[in-house]
Nanobody, 115 residues
Framework: QVQLVESGGGLVQPGGSLRLSCAASGSIFKSLRMAWYRQAPGKERDLVATITQGGSTYYADAMEGRFILSGDNAKNTVYLQMNSLQPGDTAVYYC?????????WGEGTQVAVSS
């Protein structure tokens, strides 16, 4: 049973930065395309960014140039560096495979951007 545990969220002022981490219980990053998703209050869960096994990345338009997704296969961990955060980035952030697998959803990590 794969478990994904997200961490690193918190409260930050507009323009600030956070680094999220997603740790996996097994070596799944070598075989799966991974992604970060986010869900704002009252909205659907949206794709934020993806990373392939080879390290190629994709970002949703709203995140391009502000977020950086990276992975460390040795640590079974993927990271999401978020810069220039805005109130619209407030959401619970989750990691999962892409396409997502139902059994992989964790509790997520809350990001709140507010002055």
């Amino acid at each position: 049973q794969v478990q994904l545990v997200e961490s690193g969220g918190g409260l930050v002022q507009p323009g600030g930065s956070l680094r999220l981490s997603c740790a996996a219980s097994g070596s799944i990053f070598k075989s799966l395309r991974m992604a970060w998703y986010r869900q704002a209050p009252g909205k659907e869960r949206d794709l934020v960014a993806t990373i392939t096994q080879g390290g190629s990345t994709y970002y949703a338009d709203a995140m391009e140039g502000r977020f950086i997704l990276s992975g460390d296969n040795a640590k079974n961990t993927v990271y999401l560096q978020m810069n220039s955060l805005q109130p619209g980035d407030t959401a619970v952030y989750y990691c999962n495979a892409h396409p997502p697998r139902v059994g992989y959803w964790g509790e997520g990590t809350q990001v709140a951007v507010s002055s």
